[in-house]
């Protein structure tokens, strides 16, 4: 079992910077692959980014890619997301995941998600 806590979501105009931070707890958080996934109302759960057990390999959608950077401190069982050069079609609530096993962008296919954090960008 593995529980995801996100914070650093709120309000911020375009241009701008917001870090987002998922701290898991769980014995097997260094064997699951994270993601960050986000949502606004009426739309599906969209692919953000994830990154691999140890880090090194990280996957971004076409839409994020250049802006946000994800990171993971295993050693603190958390999960980053920076994310710069903000929009406002980035407003969403973001929400974190975790599975065991190679990367996916599929968010049925992982089973572990925390509660979402609100992300809003003013134009």
């Known amino acids: 079992q593995v529980q995801l806590v996100e914070s650093g979501g709120g309000l911020v105009q375009a241009g701008g910077s917001l870090r987002l931070s998922c701290a898991a707890s769980?014995?097997?958080?260094?064997?699951?692959?994270m993601g960050w996934f986000r949502q606004v109302p009426g739309k599906e759960r969209e692919f953000v980014a994830s990154i691999s057990t140890s880090g090194y390999l990280k996957y971004y959608s076409d839409s994020v890619k250049g802006r946000f950077t994800i990171s993971r401190d295993n050693a603190n069982n958390t999960v980053y997301l920076q994310m710069i050069s903000l929009k406002p079609e980035d407003t969403a609530v973001f929400y974190c995941?975790?599975?065991?096993?190679?990367?996916?962008?599929?968010?049925?296919?992982?089973?572990?998600w925390g509660q979402g954090t609100q992300v809003t960008v003013s134009s």
């Open positions: 769980g014995r097997t958080f260094g064997n699951c692959h």
């Open positions: 995941a975790a599975r065991l096993g190679s990367r996916s962008v599929v968010p049925a296919e992982y089973p572990y």
